[in-house]
């Protein structure tokens, strides 16, 4: 059997697996990330909401942890903007306004703004986002907020064939890759945003556009850009996935992607090591700690066992006692008891127990 | 919010000859079963259709072998109605056959005395070795000791409902939704008119007729204290699981005495496992527990081993509305007869034009709206003979439509649109060819089209909806592993873009909707589902329902 060794294994590529990695990497360490693939913030817009930021405000290490994660998301190429101290209004998916603290940079500017003058720009055949829907639901929203602002639709046509119905994956696939599509699109909105100070769009402008890039991009219209979260494929969230692994293999994070972690080796209290469900024969990496963050699926590694964690984010079993010494869990693991499971915890767990695998020196494998 | 024959004009109160209170199976056959006599008739419910222990059974038409050693006349009437059902409604049932499994773990005597019982009730059955057993249905526990052969089937309750409304408004009977019966008019000593409320918009309206029939299933008795007399009810909870694969072939049934999680049904893309029996209140306010669901799992993985790591999509329970009479009252809800009861309030309690139906079972639907309607006619002093077992609900679509249908769409997807929509496929198919874009599949685990979708929506469909909750009563939108996330809100936009809905209306009635669908998932407590449920979180934000915790749910 193959035999891999590290300082810490991190098993979950959600917000806090990555993040996990992330600190572990930064320190030095010999890092691997197992996971079947993109935890489910991907889904979403993954900004981090005033509300969430509020629950998990309450402890000391929130402020440090956010920074982490703004740091290695500038780094990786989809910086962050705001910061947990403020909140503005952003739109929903459903056409609401959510209070929002941080979010990546291209979701930030569509908040209302009394006087600007906004176009919602959709697209043709893009049945999952629908401009005349968001426009009526965001004036209205504004005037409940007392910002005043209203919203205008317009839509583009491409003429490029892009399937029916078109996706917004599919239209970012193409803006990452053909510079002539881009051209197209560009001008296209560019018409549709004439008289207009600023445009919405659904998240389409790619999953591997940098932030230069976009900046580049609401140059050559000539207005602010900003986009709304759709139904996925979400963009906005994937895009933040696909910077941050990317950045993770760059610094060195070794990457398993497409198995499970089905088994934790534990000798005395201690993991020595997982073993990962690749097909034909399993796979072994040893480390010296690990980070747990497979999410609420029943896919946790450690199996029926598992009752929750302590205060050291280490793992319990159902009498209480802890179960691995050198093995941390984050994010919402099944039994968790924390209501919420929203961004914020995820980065305040992934980067707690990133910390604490980094600096424990469990068995000696390696 | 009227359909079919347009209001009665003239002194603006609406008059029928005879209204029904309950839109669930017997109450949607009842309607057709009297405007097939040509009587004027009304059906009001007070939600959506087949809302009540209907739309929250197996959906399961028994061939009468479930109650073949206990209930022979139940049996045989199971027996005769499914055959029945499957000649008239060809289109709601999907006609798999099952199988009565022995286990070693079971009574070898209840076995044997099956087939006598089988044989007596006239249920059609051949035995099957272990092996033979085995080869039919290869996911069966390795332990079976043989089996038996029944016509079971799987019927789509929301269909088998629609379509009897649908042919009832064509004969000139007429129904609504959303309309519940506040109170019921009596001058001497006889019913003259019932006043109801419309749900949605509170306004309240009267109507004059000659006679009343309480159809209302677990809410019969309180539809009789309106009249101030007793239709006594036995409420007896079941819980169905979900399943999200189609582990059988057949309906398998566990040959023993009836008990909890021995039946699984393939529904669809799915199957669905049950049920349990535990007494409640009333119809309203159920819950399930952890504790509830793992033995139903439990005893399900006896029958299919494996089965209790299967994905559980929604976890659902329904109220077996039993008729209890007072002697009745020590039994317990599986040893109250399933056979049902019809209650004539003039002779048991003088208050004249008066009947309830209570009891029963969605298989003897049909019989007992036949029942029912035998007495009404007589009441009325009307001679009409039932027709209801010799008329197709729906005429068969023509060669050429289903032709048209199958140059628009794959095979499967024309092939359940045509099942769903009868005649009216010709209308979705016109508007596809108009505008190709309408060939996008919205649901992708049930086949609904946007072109469909849009049919359902808008004012030409014979059964409008209210909410989103309700296309998915017409078409099983949402009924997949994504559970309305995503179709659920396609549906929203295609209700705001066929201007049935403002902006704000449509974004209320998903959210109305995904906290029902998530309602449905909260008794799931472990399993991949519950990464659906926080992809729906991240998706849709901290304002949607999320937990783990047992609720209260009523939807279905």
């Not at chain 2, 049932?93 to 209840?110: C, H």
């Not at chain 2, 079971?152 to 088998?160: P, S, T």
Request: proline share 5%.
């Amino acid at each position: 059997m193959e035999t891999n060794r590290y300082d810490v294994v991190v098993v979950g590529a959600g917000l806090s697996g990555l993040v996990a990695a992330g600190v572990a990497a930064h320190r030095k360490l010999k890092v691997a990330l197992v996971a079947t693939g993109a935890g489910s913030f991907v889904t979403g817009p993954a900004w981090l909401t005033a509300r969430e930021i509020r629950q998990a405000s309450t402890t000391a290490d929130l402020g440090e942890a956010i920074d982490f994660f703004c740091e290695i998301a500038t780094l990786a190429g989809c910086p962050y903007t705001g910061d947990i101290t403020t909140a503005r209004f952003l739109p929903s998916i459903l056409g609401d306004f959510h209070s929002v603290a941080l979010t990546p940079l291209t979701l930030w500017n569509a908040e209302p703004r009394k006087g600007v003058t906004t176009a919602i720009v959709g697209i043709r055949g893009l049945s999952s986002f629908d401009e005349n829907f968001m426009a009526e639901r965001l004036t209205e929203q504004a005037r409940l907020i007392a910002s005043g602002c209203a919203y205008t639709a317009r839509q583009i046509s491409l003429s490029r064939n892009m399937g029916v119905p078109v996706t917004t994956l599919r239209v970012a696939q193409c803006f990452d890759r053909d510079p002539v599509f881009r051209e197209e699109l560009t001008s296209a909105l560019r018409a549709a945003a004439s008289g207009f100070e600023r445009i919405l769009i659904p998240g389409i402008l790619g999953l591997e556009t940098s932030a230069e890039q976009i900046a580049q991009f609401e140059r050559e219209l000539g207005c602010q850009v900003s986009e709304i979260p759709t139904l996925p494929p979400s963009i906005p969230g994937l895009r933040v996935y696909h910077h941050l692994e990317s950045y993770l293999h760059k610094i060195g994070v070794e990457l398993y992607r497409g198995f499970p972690a089905n088994k934790v080796e534990i000798q005395d209290g201690l993991c020595m090591g997982l073993q990962i469900a690749s097909p034909g024969h399993p796979l072994n990496l040893r480390c010296r700690s690990a980070v747990l963050a497979t999410g609420r699926s029943s896919t946790n590694p450690l199996g029926l066992e598992y009752a929750g964690c302590d205060q050291q984010m280490r793992p319990l079993n159902s009498t209480g006692s802890v179960i691995t010494r050198n093995l941390f869990v984050a994010g919402p693991l099944p039994h968790s008891s924390d209501g919420d499971h929203g961004n914020a915890m995820r980065i305040l767990t992934g980067y707690r127990a990133g910390s604490l695998a980094a600096s424990t020196r469990g068995n000696h494998a390696a | 919010m009227w359909c079919g024959r347009a209001q009665l004009e003239g002194h603006g109160m609406e008059a029928a000859q005879v209204v029904i209170i309950g839109g669930g199976a017997t109450g949607a056959g009842i309607l057709w079963d009297l405007s097939l006599r040509g009587i004027s008739a009304t059906l009001l419910e007070q939600g959506d259709i087949a809302n009540g222990a209907t739309g929250r059974c197996h959906g399961l038409l028994h061939s009468g072998g479930r109650y073949a050693v206990k209930d022979t006349d139940t049996a045989r009437e199971c027996a005769a109605e499914s055959n029945i059902i499957k000649a008239i409604a060809p289109h709601c049932v999907d006609d798999v056959g099952g199988l009565f499994v022995q286990f070693a773990q079971d009574d070898p005597a209840f076995f044997d005395q099956w087939q006598r019982a089988a044989e007596a009730a006239g249920i059609r059955s051949r035995r099957l070795s272990a092996d033979e057993a085995r080869e039919l249905e290869p996911s069966l526990a390795a332990n079976i000791l043989g089996a038996f052969t029944c016509p079971d089937a799987h019927v789509d309750v929301f269909r088998l409902v629609l379509a009897n409304l649908e042919a009832a408004v064509a004969r000139g009977g007429r129904f609504k939704t959303y309309s519940k019966v506040t109170s019921i008019h009596t001058a001497n000593g006889h019913v003259r008119g019932v006043r109801y409320r419309n749900a949605l918009s509170g306004e309240e309206h009267e109507i004059s007729c000659e006679m009343v029939i309480n159809a209302a299933g677990g809410w019969a008795q309180s539809i009789a204290e309106l009249a101030g007399v007793e239709a006594p009810i036995y409420c007896d909870k079941g819980t169905l699981l979900v399943l999200n694969h189609r582990l059988n072939r057949r309906v398998i049934n566990r040959c023993r005495q009836p008990g909890d999680a021995d039946i699984l049904v393939p529904a669809g893309p799915t199957c669905i496992l049950g049920t349990s029996s535990i007494r409640v209140p009333g119809p309203e306010g159920l819950s399930v527990s952890p504790e509830e669901v793992d033995r139903l799992l439990r005893l399900g993985d006896e029958m299919i081993p494996g089965l209790v790591d299967a994905r559980i999509l929604r976890i659902f329970c329904g109220v077996r509305p039993l008729y209890a009479p007072r002697t009745a009252e020590a039994a317990k809800g599986r040893e109250i007869s399933r056979g049902f009861a019809l209650l004539d309030h003039e002779t048991r309690d003088g208050v004249g034009g008066f009947v309830s139906i209570v009891g029963g079972k969605l298989t003897t639907y049909r019989l007992m709206a036949a029942e029912v309607c035998d007495c009404v006619v007589g009441k009325l002093g009307i001679i009409a003979e039932c027709a209801t077992d010799k008329t197709p609900l729906r005429p068969a679509i023509d060669r050429k439509t289903h032709q048209r249908a199958l140059h628009l769409l794959p095979h499967p997807v024309a092939d359940k649109m045509e099942r769903r929509l009868g005649l009216a496929t010709v209308r979705v198919i016109e508007t596809i060819e108009a505008r190709p874009e309408l060939a996008e599949l919205v649901c992708e685990c049930e086949l609904v089209t946007r072109g469909e979708l849009e049919y359902v929506l808008g004012g030409s469909a014979p059964a409008p909806v209210f909410a989103i909750s309700d296309v998915s009563r017409r078409t099983r939108l949402g009924f997949g592993p994504c559970q309305g996330t995503f179709c659920g809100y396609k549906a929203m936009l295609a209700g705001y873009q066929t201007h049935r809905w403002t902006a704000a209306e449509a974004a209320n009635r998903f959210s109305a909707y995904l906290h029902e669908r998530s309602r449905g998932q909260s008794f799931i407590h472990k399993g991949r589902q519950l990464e659906q449920l926080e992809l729906n979180h991240d998706l849709y934000g901290a304002e949607q329902p999320f937990c783990a915790k047992p609720g209260v749910q009523d939807g279905n």
